[in-house]
């Protein structure tokens, strides 16, 4: 029986004498019985507790001569179909031929009264190892028997070695040993298969000379931290020595601290430029990003995965690893409870056996001050995308919050209504003391104004790894020195202070620079300037040329960049299916080097306020949809307008009534309000999507505008005769006259919209001249109408200075619109009788009005002739002679 332990060694041999097996020995080959290892828990008070069962083949010897040995393999050990633990194990099962048992083999060695060793053929072959564990320190270790953890020391446990730590006097206020290194020497086995695991376990000095355990953990695999110390060749990350955050010292780097290359150039920064411009053009989306690229402006590494997932980086643990540890045991349905941290690493390298031969150099040397330290953190929250839906819509309004030890921020006032990817743009400044906060957590919750608001997910981040790390996680490093602008300088040392220390850590020469900043040698190798921005375009924001080389040297010893990382969320409910992930960053400066440099600014771009000015003024060659009461081709048009994504504000002319020719006269102005972002090129719509939303939802759409020609009809629907969609960012050219108005000056059907003479109503502030409208017949484009229009941008500001009124309603102005000068013929028919008569009837029946009148004065004249004819003659027969 072992006490104590939870990974026993027994190095024993159980031999079972006389086991009778009836049946054929080929069949024993073919199919040996199962060997049933047992293992039980010994209680002082009651009984042995069942702990689980391994089961083993036995290796079949028919003939025990044959020099022929089994492989310890680890089995699993199992109780209620799940694995409790691993046994390293072998079994023979050997033919009794003779009765006396002189046909097999001799016995292992025995141990002590009666029990037999593992056999040398068997036992791994083992050789004296040197261990060096870096006890870091504790984190977040919780009680136990009602009370909290102290003064706890760490206890490490490797192949039957035992080494002890110092005990931390004070946890809450120092979580670190006050001596961080320890070394035993221990008999490892050469495979690593066979290499007993790590037992680490944290004992709390209590009261009265109690000393409990109170967590513990259990490294199996021991190959990642296996080294050799001889290794001449080093590189970023396997050394543990002084931080590359140490304060810097005098340095032989000598330059002047100028000022940015063209400052009156710097001062007018383009409005368009911000740092959305440049995530923009760091993600491949060019038509977001404006004119950034051309300016010779930075871009950022954008990592799909979280920072400590990048392989290069290895995992941000290449100073020290957290250990979970673990305490007593758990139900059959429940996980084990995580009750604390343990923050260290190993280096596992061979010792020779001879004591003359020099003892390798030890790994641990030159670590960095172990006393905690108060931090500023700043927390960049860029976008969630792929949100699991929290409301019956099947979105969520998410919000941020952040918690970093006792500090919590709750962003709930900020909350994005009615969407799964919302776009936050927000930072938030805390300063902690690490290491006892280290653990920064980022969670999303759903907004409900009725009912309490649901997490949506959660990520946790270790800040005490990424500034501990060698590859400078804590801030990274951009592409080039800027003294202003977008891409300024954040952090607390220069680069040529951050070469210094690194310089430092890795045990190199110090970098010398000459030429004036031009030239600089490090680490055996000479760097010019020239080599980096040799046929680069310079922006007006770098700084001194020695700082610039400076960093693009740093840039190539394998530093964190800068960058945004994609953080996974996950949720208590349901721990292993992904909630959604975060883009974002996280930048830690310690106080103690001084302030550093200035935020960056991620506010959402917000949309300015611009008015869209059209003016409809004529139209021509509209087709002639209806026929009048006479016969007569014509229509009764009038133009209707709105702004893609704006439909409810659509706005429509007066009707030109009767036009014969397809001509139309307006003068009437639709003014379109809208908001835009102009680096974007982007409108921005803020609606409800149901009357019952509580709140807006925001699109995005690029400014189109689409004018549609309509034939009014009063006792039946409108007929629509045709339209065109002029796209804001690139309209089409107008034509000068309506003759020169065509099908030829719009895109090919399926084609590039930007295909043809174009231009940015945006730049250009307004236009005018004759655009065509088209409609779609038996599948082929024709041509429906031309509208002689102009079109203005006006801003905000220029509204208040040149205010207009819609249609030719007051203010009328800018320009004043007349009434338009309409034929005679244009009214509507049924409202004016007597124009009516004297434009539709008269002027198309004159000849056959004169004509019946003429026609209805001779059949007067007829009739009365006839009926006078008889009297006149009767009178002349019986008077003839009556004069």
């Avoid at 001889?230 to 780097?253: D, M, N, P, R, Y």
Wanted: glycine share 6%; net charge negative; proline share 8%.
């Amino acid at each position: 029986v072992l006490k104590s332990t939870l990974n026993p060694t027994w190095d024993q041999s159980l031999i079972f004498n006389d086991i009778d097996i009836y049946g054929d020995p080929q069949d024993l080959v073919r199919n040996p019985p199962n060997v049933i290892i047992e293992i039980f828990d010994e209680d002082q008070v009651g009984k042995d507790e069942f702990l689980g069962r391994c089961v083993c083949p036995p290796m079949v010897k028919l003939n025990p001569n044959v020099d022929e040995t089994p492989k310890l393999l680890w089995y699993p050990i199992k109780t209620g179909g799940k694995n409790i633990g691993e046994l390293l194990v072998s079994a023979e099962l050997m033919l009794k031929d003779k009765p006396d048992g002189s046909n097999l083999p001799i016995l292992p060695p025995v141990r002590g009264a009666s029990l037999y060793m593992v056999p040398h053929g068997i036992r791994p072959v083992v050789q004296l190892t040197g261990v060096e564990i870096l006890t870091w320190g504790l984190r977040n270790m919780k009680s136990y028997q009602l009370a909290s953890v102290s003064s706890p020391s760490l206890i490490v446990e490797c192949g039957g070695e035992c080494v002890e730590s110092a005990v931390i006097k004070n946890l809450k206020k120092n979580p670190n040993f006050p001596c961080s290194v320890l070394f035993m020497k221990v008999l490892l086995p050469k495979e690593e298969m066979y290499a007993p695991p790590i037992i680490i376990k944290v004992i709390d000095h209590r009261p009265f000379g109690r000393k409990p355990v109170v967590g513990q953990c259990t490294i199996y695999s021991l190959q990642k931290y296996r080294s050799d110390p001889f290794a001449q060749k080093e590189t970023v990350g396997t050394q543990s020595k002084a931080s590359l955050l140490s304060t810097a010292h005098e340095c032989v780097i000598d330059m002047d601290d100028q000022k940015p290359l063209l400052e009156t150039q710097a001062a007018k920064q383009d409005e368009s430029i911000d740092w959305w411009s440049k995530f923009y053009a760091s993600i491949g989306e060019l038509d977001r990003c404006g004119g950034y690229l051309q300016k010779g402006y930075d871009t950022l590494k954008v990592y799909d995965k979280e920072l400590e997932n990048v392989p290069e980086f290895k995992g941000l643990t290449d100073f020290c690893n957290t250990f979970q540890l673990f305490r007593g045991k758990q139900e059959d349905d429940e996980d084990p409870s995580v009750v604390g941290e343990f923050k260290g690493s190993f280096k596992i390298y061979p010792l020779s056996d001879d004591p003359s031969v020099e003892q390798p150099p030890r790994q641990f040397c030159e670590l960095p001050d172990s006393v905690p330290q108060e931090c500023i953190v700043r927390i960049y929250i860029i976008r969630a995308i792929d949100l699991q839906p929290k409301d019956n819509n099947g979105k969520c309004d998410p919000y941020v919050k952040i918690s970093l030890g006792k500090k919590v921020i709750e962003d709930r006032d900020n909350y994005i209504p009615n969407t799964l990817t919302p776009l936050f743009g927000r930072m938030f400044e805390l300063t902690c003391i690490l290491p006892t906060e280290k653990d920064l957590k980022i969670a999303l919750y759903d907004f409900d104004l009725m009912t309490r608001d649901e997490k949506v997910g959660e990520t946790v981040i270790d800040l005490e790894n990424r500034l501990l790390s060698r590859f400078a996680s804590y801030c990274g490093l951009p592409q080039s020195y800027c003294m202003s602008g977008v891409n300024t300088w954040r952090d607390q040392l220069k680069p040529s202070q951050l070469l210094q220390n690194l310089a430092k850590m890795r045990g190199v020469s110090p970098p010398v620079v000459s030429d004036n900043g031009k030239k600089l040698q490090y680490n055996g190798q000479e760097y010019t300037l020239s080599e980096f921005e040799n046929n680069q375009p310079l922006n007006d924001h770098l700084g001194p040329q020695g700082e610039r080389l400076a960093l693009h040297v740093l840039r190539l010893q394998g530093l964190v960049p800068e960058h945004t990382e994609m953080r996974t969320l996950f949720s208590s409910f349901q721990p292993n299916l992904p909630q959604g992930k975060l883009q974002m960053w996280v930048d830690i400066f310690p106080k103690s080097l001084g302030p550093p440099g200035p935020p960056f600014d991620i506010t959402p771009r917000k949309p300015k306020k611009n008015v869209l000015r059209c003016i409809i003024w004529n139209t021509s060659d509209v087709i002639l949809d209806e026929k009048s009461i006479t016969g007569e081709e014509m229509s009764d048009v009038y133009i209707k307008g709105w702004m893609a994504g704006l439909e409810d504000q659509k706005q429509k002319t007066d009707v030109h009534y009767r036009s014969m020719g397809g001509e139309g006269n307006f003068n009437w102005r639709f003014v379109f309000p809208f908001e835009f972002l102009p680096a974007e090129q982007l409108c921005v719509v803020s609606k409800k999507e149901h009357f019952w939303s509580l709140d807006n939802t925001e699109f995005r759409i690029p400014p189109k505008l689409i004018l549609q020609i309509w034939d009014n009809d009063k006792f039946s629907m409108d007929d629509y005769l045709g339209a065109i969609e002029l796209d804001l960012n690139s309209t089409i050219s107008p034509a000068k006259t309506a003759k020169g108005c065509n099908l030829s000056m719009l895109p090919e059907k399926g084609g590039d919209p930007k295909a043809g003479k174009t231009a940015s109503l945006f730049s250009q502030k307004s236009m005018r001249g004759w655009w065509p409208c088209t409609q779609e017949k038996d599948g082929k484009r024709i041509l429906a109408g031309k509208i002689e229009m102009s079109l203005e941008i006006v801003s905000e500001q220029e509204v208040e200075e040149r205010p207009a009124g819609k249609g030719r309603d007051e203010p009328n102005m800018n320009p004043k619109l007349e009434l338009p000068n309409r034929p005679a013929t244009s009214f509507l028919w049924f409202t004016s009788p007597c124009k009516t008569m004297k434009y539709i009837i008269w002027r198309r029946f004159k000849w056959v009005f004169i004509g019946l009148i003429i026609l209805i004065f001779v059949v007067l004249f007829l009739a009365i002739f006839f009926y006078s004819l008889p009297n006149y003659l009767s009178m002349r027969i019986v008077s003839p002679f009556n004069g």
